[in-house]
Nanobody, 121 residues
Framework: QLQAFGGGLVQAGGSLRLSCVASGRTFSWYVMGWFRQAPGKEREFVGDISWSGGSVYYADSVKDRFTISRDNAKSTVYLQMNSLKSEDTAVYYC????????????????WGQGTQVTVSS
C-alpha cells in the first residue's frame, strides 16, 4: 500500500515536498516512480528512483526543478518540487515497480491514491 501526501496550493515559483509512504511489502526492492495527471490529460511520468537511490531519472519537463529521493529505512520516497509553474498543476501519484527503466503507467504495479498540487499564477 502506498500513501502520498504533501500536496496543496502554492504560488508560481514556490516549492512543495511530496512524500509517499509504503507499507506491507519490502520497499527497498522496488523502483519508485512519480506520475501526475492534469485535468483532461493522460497520466504522465515525472521521474523515478532506483531501489538503492543511486539512480534517478526525470522527465524533461521537470528536470532541474524536481528532485526525487528515498529513505528505505522509513519506506518513504520524496518529490521535492521547486520553481513550480502553473503547468505543474495536477494530481501527483507515487507508484512502485519491480521493473527497471519502464517509465510508463503500465510498467508500475502498485499505486498511491494521489495528492493534489495546485500552482497559482
Amino acid at each position: 500500500q502506498l500513501q502520498a501526501f504533501g500536496g496543496g496550493l502554492v504560488q508560481a515559483g514556490g516549492s512543495l515536498r511530496l512524500s509517499c509512504v509504503a507499507s506491507g511489502r519490502t520497499f527497498s526492492w522496488y523502483v519508485m516512480g512519480w506520475f501526475r495527471q492534469a485535468p483532461g490529460k493522460e497520466r504522465e511520468f515525472v521521474g523515478d528512483i532506483s531501489w538503492s537511490g543511486g539512480s534517478v531519472y526525470y522527465a524533461d519537463s521537470v528536470k532541474d526543478r524536481f528532485t526525487i529521493s528515498r529513505d528505505n529505512a522509513k519506506s518513504t520516497v520524496y518529490l521535492q518540487m521547486n520553481s513550480l509553474k502553473s503547468e505543474d498543476t495536477a494530481v501527483y501519484y507515487c507508484a512502485a515497480s519491480l521493473r527497471v527503466g519502464v517509465r510508463r503507467v503500465d510498467g508500475y504495479d502498485y499505486w498511491g491514491q494521489g495528492t493534489q498540487v495546485t500552482v497559482s499564477s
